[in-house]
């Protein structure tokens, strides 16, 4: 099970509260973004689907972490419509073109932690984690210990990967 363990870690969710103090969940006001404000950016949101949002994850593994986020705050795939899970997963496709286009990535990982023990940060809202990953980079033991990109590199990403990623929707 290496590989739930290394999508284990993820948002800081006092942090994100701090960043988001119009609700106390940043991935509902993910969705809530306007496209054509700079919430967009300040939030790193990507993309505002009809039952889903893709954005930044803004405590990375490696640069381009996105998270696929329903609209609905839930905690688990059973109370999402089939409809919003359908979408989730033509996103998370959608997303993996895209890295695999836009970052040279050579592989992916794509995963969910369900619940605290599981490793979720954000417990009660479900959330989709699309890692890009290279040959040579960090290796199992810094990923799982919390090597971070700096956010210097994360602003510098956002456009290109808003701009890529809208080419392909
Ligand atoms: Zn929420």
């Given at each position: 099970?290496?590989?739930?363990r290394?999508?284990?870690?993820?948002?800081?969710p006092q942090?994100a509260?701090?960043?988001?103090?119009?609700?106390?969940?940043?991935?509902?006001?993910?969705?809530?973004?306007?496209?054509?404000?700079?919430?967009?950016?300040?939030?790193?949101?990507?993309h505002v689907?009809?039952?889903?949002?893709?954005?930044?994850?803004?405590?990375?593994?490696?640069?381009g972490?996105?998270?696929?986020a329903?609209?609905?705050?839930?905690?688990?795939?059973s109370?999402?419509s089939?409809?919003?899970?359908a979408?989730m997963?033509?996103?998370?496709e959608?997303?993996?073109?895209?890295?695999?286009?836009?970052?040279?990535?050579q592989?992916i990982?794509?995963?969910?932690?369900?619940?605290?023990c599981?490793?979720?940060?954000?417990?009660?809202?479900?959330?989709?984690?699309?890692?890009?990953?290279?040959?040579?980079?960090?290796?199992?033991m810094?990923?799982?210990?919390?090597?971070?990109?700096?956010?210097?590199?994360?602003?510098?990403?956002y456009a290109?990967?808003?701009?890529?990623?809208?080419?392909?929707l």
């Amino acid at each position: 099970m290496a590989y739930m363990r290394q999508i284990a870690a993820e948002v800081d969710p006092q942090t994100a509260q701090k960043a988001n103090a119009s609700t106390s969940c940043f991935l509902c006001d993910a969705f809530q973004t306007d496209m054509l404000s700079e919430d967009a950016s300040m939030r790193g949101v990507l993309h505002v689907a009809k039952h889903n949002v893709i954005l930044l994850n803004r405590y990375p593994y490696t640069n381009g972490h996105l998270l696929i986020a329903p609209a609905s705050h839930v905690n688990s795939l059973s109370d999402l419509s089939p409809d919003a899970r359908a979408e989730m997963m033509e996103l998370t496709e959608v997303t993996q073109r895209m890295m695999r286009q836009a970052l040279n990535c050579q592989g992916i990982n794509v995963g969910m932690n369900l619940g605290r023990c599981a490793g979720a940060g954000v417990p009660g809202h479900i959330h989709q984690h699309v890692v890009p990953r290279w040959e040579g980079d960090t290796n199992f033991m810094q990923t799982i210990g919390g090597v971070r990109v700096q956010p210097q590199a994360l602003d510098q990403s956002y456009a290109h990967l808003r701009q890529e990623l809208q080419k392909l929707l």
